[in-house]
């Protein structure tokens, strides 16, 4: 089992950053990919980024080149640094994990709010 807790949502202006972090425990070995998804109101839920044992990442289209994952192994957390935010990346954003070999992510939080001001 793992427990995904993620942080550091909240309300800022377009143009402006903020810091996602999502900190799992328990069985870490679950954890080969973590990944970071949003779910605006009325829209379904869409994948934004993932990172990958070895340091690979992945990212949507519309997170290229402003958002950055990244993962710090020794406290089991993983990151998503978002810069100039606009208005329609508005959404709760959800971490979730699972092993390399599942097809599905197994392992979600409950979710954190990012609101965007235009």
């Known amino acids: 089992q793992v427990h995904l807790v993620e942080s550091g949502g909240g309300l800022v202006q377009a143009g402006g950053s903020l810091r996602l972090s999502c900190a799992a425990s328990g069985d870490v070995a679950a954890t080969e990919i973590m990944a970071w998804f949003r779910q605006a109101l009325g829209k379904e839920r869409e994948f934004v980024a993932a990172?990958?044992?070895?340091?690979?990442?992945f990212y949507a289209n519309s997170a290229k080149g402003r958002f950055f994952i990244g993962r710090d192994n020794a406290a089991n957390t993983v990151y998503l640094q978002m810069n100039n935010l606009h208005a329609e990346d508005t959404a709760i954003y959800y971490c979730a994990a699972k092993f390399l070999r599942s097809a599905d992510y197994v392992y979600w939080g409950q979710g954190t709010q990012v609101t965007v001001s235009s």
């Open positions: 990172h990958r044992w070895g340091d690979i990442t």
